[in-house]
Structure formats: C-alpha cells, structure tokens
C-alpha cells in the first residue's frame, strides 16, 4: 500500500514539474459546491410527516388575512426568506398579516426568524379572521413574539414581560434570561396538543400553558383581548405572521400535525 502510495505522489509531482515546464499552470481541484439545507425537509423528516409551509420561493401557501391578495409592498420571497418590509412600524397597515391557507389543529410548529434592530412580529396560531376582520391593526390569534426586547419599546409594556420574545404575547411572560441570538437566525417551536400549549426558543422550553379553562380565560379577562369572544379556544385556525412595519426575516417554516 505505502508502495503505491509513493507512486502515486512520485507522478502527481512529475506532471506537476512538467506543465510548469511547459509553462502552463498547474490545475487546482474545484472548490466544493455548498448545497443549502434551508426550505427543505430530510428524509427523518419526511417519514415523521412534516411539511413546508415555505419553499424558498413562494408564498403559494399563504394568503392575505384581511385582503384579496398579498401586498408586495409588505412581504416578499427573496434569497430564500419570506420577508416582512420595513414600512414604518404601524401594524398591519400597509401589507397586513399572511395566514396559511390551512387550518391546523394538533401540531409542532418551528420556524426559523431574523429580526433587524428594533423589529416587532409575532408567530400566531389559534387565529380567527372573524375577528377584527374589518378593524384597524393586527388579525387575532395566540401569539409567540418576536421582537428585538433591547430597542422595542412595546417590551417595556404589559405584564411582567409578557410582551417580550417568546412571551404568550399580553397573556404569559417567558422568562428573563433565554437563548436568543440577537444578530443572527434563532428558532421559534410552538407545540399544540389539544388544549396543551408549549412556546420553544432555540431548544429551550420558555413556557407552557392550557386553554380553555377558567385560568387561561381569567388571563384573557385582564389583557388586551378581553373583548374578543373565545380568544384563543377556538379547536383549529391558520398559522400566521405578522405585519408590524418592521423589517423581520423567516425560512424554514415547517409543521407536523399531530392526532
């Protein structure tokens, strides 16, 4: 073996040697091609049944909540991320909020999330078009905030920190200390289970909850969605992101329903 292995570097030097020779130079092996693993399921994942909701592209699994069509003013598919536009910072003024054009009941949900300095979003579920369909601001649902805690000053408002990233937001506050990373991609996980809710950052469990029962509606009762009828019961609803004027990038938005 070592034998032709020698061999082999003897020649590899040999032609080297005589295409200097020949003045021509010596060709360098091609550098590897990186092939992205964003937008797409493996073959685990395929088999444990989870599906895209993005594919890179496309917003073909997605609809306006409140309008006909999706306003490109406000979201775009572009290098691979669905995109929210810098438009102000009003809610859900210019573009609105996307919902999907399914309704999931049972489900693990995550989805990769960049904000730029400053950002406000928000990660819906349990979300019913009915309500506040033809009022100001954002379509209501269960929400899992996304938001820059340093420089929004929505974090500063409600309860205890229930309006920081990862917070059930007005309702649950996550906890202080979390594992964000504040410049780079981090991964929302939300987990629905019948009535069982659970909000995941990057790995680590923030909170968990139970709906429809009098704790969850006494929460509601002194929050912002006090005057919205069944918050957050409802059995199913679409998956949505928000509108918020900020500028807030997400990918790899995949589901798994569960029974």
Same mark, same amino acid.
């Given at each position: 073996m070592k034998k032709i292995l020698f061999v082999a570097? #003897? #020649? +590899? !030097? !040999?032609?080297? +040697?005589? @295409?200097? %020779? %020949?003045? %021509? %130079? @010596?060709? +360098? +092996?091609p550098a590897p091609v990186e092939v992205s693993t964003d937008n797409i399921l493996t073959e685990q994942e395929q088999r444990e049944g989870w599906e895209l909701l993005f594919d890179g592209k496309t917003l073909d699994c997605w609809k306006s909540a409140k309008h006909a069509t999706i306003s490109p003013e406000a979201w775009i598919a572009k290098d691979g991320m669905l995109q929210v536009i810098t438009t102000g910072g009003g809610e859900s003024v210019v573009g609105g909020d996307i919902i999907t054009k399914r309704m999931f009941k049972s489900f693990i949900l995550k989805v990769d999330f960049k904000f730029t300095p400053g950002a406000n979003s928000g990660i819906k579920y349990f979300v019913n078009t009915e309500l506040n369909k033809n009022g100001e601001g954002s379509t209501i649902g269960c929400e899992f905030q996304v938001l820059d805690d340093d420089l929004h000053p929505d974090a500063k408002l409600g309860v205890k920190g229930n309006r920081k990233l990862g917070s059930l937001y007005d309702l649950i506050p996550a906890p202080e200390i979390k594992p964000v990373n504040k410049e780079g991609w981090n991964t929302a996980m939300i987990v629905v289970q019948g009535n069982h809710v659970e909000h995941w950052l990057n790995g680590t469990k923030l909170l968990e909850y139970e709906r429809n029962n009098q704790e969850f509606n006494a929460l509601v009762a002194y929050s912002k969605y006090k005057n919205w009828p069944n918050f957050g019961n409802f059995e199913a609803g679409p998956i949505l992101l928000q509108d918020h004027g900020h500028h807030v990038m997400y990918k790899n938005i995949k589901i798994k329903e569960l029974k």
């Open positions: 570097v #003897l #020649l +590899a !030097t !040999t032609l080297s +040697a005589s @295409a200097q %020779k %020949k003045g %021509k %130079k @010596a060709v +360098a +092996a």
